[in-house]
């Protein structure tokens, strides 16, 4: 891919709808379900796509802190008593292609920003960085395309590109927050988006969902990065063992050890 063509991806895939309902590029996201089995990754190419009340929040929260120019259009706020009934069906009608959120939730999402801009370190990357930014790469030499959209890009004085994904969490405290990123994949993540926007260092910048909102703001290590690079690997010749050269079949894949 010449640099003319990756430029016009990257601009195309600006667009929300455009990145997210391409199948052509792997994402981070992609390699998660892949994790899980080829055949969770087939259902997404099918078009099951999964929703739930975490993932809705955790997006309206994004849109409110790194784009709060599209909030209007994106999210919608509930402000009835009951999900049930007359109203909260046409609430959904007339929302069909918007976050939905209830007023209890905008109140803990104003209460979570207002936390996030507490610590300055914190804010000093998140308000002078580039956000959702587009790369659209190969991943090390494997000839297998991928795409990545991140949080936030920030070049600092030296001209260093430090990326920052913003992570909504149960527990901020170092020993949990490492767990649950092992558990959730976020080593993966960090190598994935480091290698691909060809980035000097990757962090998270974590807060959680519930009062008095602590915060944390993380630096992968490299034997973190590296993890996850290994992982990733693996998942490159399993998705290219299914899904390009198709040695396998998607339907076959089961489950073979001891326990």
Not at 110 to 134: A, K, Q, Y
């Given at each position: 891919?010449?640099?003319?063509?990756?430029?016009?991806?990257?601009?195309?895939?600006?667009?929300?709808?455009?990145?997210?309902?391409?199948?052509?590029?792997?994402?981070?996201?992609?390699?998660?379900?892949?994790?899980?089995?080829p055949q969770h990754l087939?259902?997404?190419?099918?078009?099951?796509?999964?929703?739930?009340?975490?993932?809705?929040?955790?997006?309206?929260?994004?849109?409110?802190?790194?784009e709060p120019e599209k909030?209007?259009?994106?999210?919608?706020?509930?402000?009835?008593?009951?999900?049930?009934?007359?109203?909260?069906?046409?609430?959904?009608?007339?929302?069909?292609?918007?976050?939905?959120?209830?007023?209890?939730?905008?109140?803990?999402?104003?209460?979570?920003?207002?936390?996030?801009?507490?610590?300055?370190?914190?804010?000093?990357?998140?308000?002078?960085?580039?956000?959702?930014?587009?790369?659209?790469?190969?991943?090390?030499?494997?000839?297998?395309?991928?795409?990545?959209?991140?949080?936030?890009?920030?070049?600092?004085?030296?001209?260093?590109?430090?990326?920052?994904?913003?992570?909504?969490?149960?527990?901020?405290?170092?020993?949990?927050?490492?767990?649950?990123?092992?558990?959730?994949?976020?080593?993966?993540?960090?190598?994935?988006?480091?290698?691909?926007?060809?980035?000097?260092?990757?962090?998270?910048?974590?807060?959680?969902?519930?009062?008095?909102?602590?915060?944390?703001?993380?630096?992968?290590?490299?034997?973190?990065?590296?993890?996850?690079?290994?992982?990733?690997?693996?998942?490159?010749?399993?998705?290219?063992?299914?899904?390009?050269?198709?040695?396998?079949?998607?339907?076959?894949?089961?489950?073979?050890?001891?326990?």
């Amino acid at each position: 891919m010449d640099n003319k063509e990756k430029l016009k991806l990257e601009l195309e895939f600006e667009d929300d709808n455009k990145y997210y309902d391409d199948t052509d590029y792997i994402t981070n996201s992609m390699l998660s379900l892949l994790n899980k089995s080829p055949q969770h990754l087939e259902m997404h190419f099918l078009g099951h796509r999964q929703e739930s009340p975490a993932l809705n929040f955790g997006k309206a929260f994004h849109t409110f802190v790194l784009e709060p120019e599209k909030w209007k259009d994106e999210v919608a706020v509930f402000t009835g008593k009951s999900k049930r009934g007359k109203d909260w069906t046409q609430f959904q009608e007339d929302n069909n292609s918007k976050t939905i959120i209830s007023q209890s939730e905008l109140q803990k999402i104003t209460g979570m920003r207002r936390r996030l801009c507490t610590p300055p370190e914190t804010w000093e990357f998140i308000e002078n960085s580039d956000h959702e930014v587009v790369s659209v790469f190969e991943w090390d030499d494997s000839g297998i395309l991928c795409k990545g959209k991140v949080d936030c890009l920030y070049t600092d004085e030296n001209g260093r590109r430090i990326l920052i994904d913003v992570k909504t969490t149960q527990d901020a405290s170092p020993t949990a927050f490492k767990r649950s990123a092992y558990k959730y994949g976020y080593h993966r993540q960090a190598s994935f988006y480091k290698e691909g926007f060809n980035a000097d260092e990757f962090w998270f910048a974590v807060i959680e969902k519930d009062s008095p909102y602590r915060t944390g703001l993380y630096k992968c290590s490299d034997e973190f990065l590296q993890n996850g690079r290994v992982e990733i690997n693996n998942l490159m010749v399993l998705y290219r063992d299914y899904f390009i050269d198709e040695i396998y079949d998607v339907n076959d894949f089961h489950f073979n050890s001891e326990i």
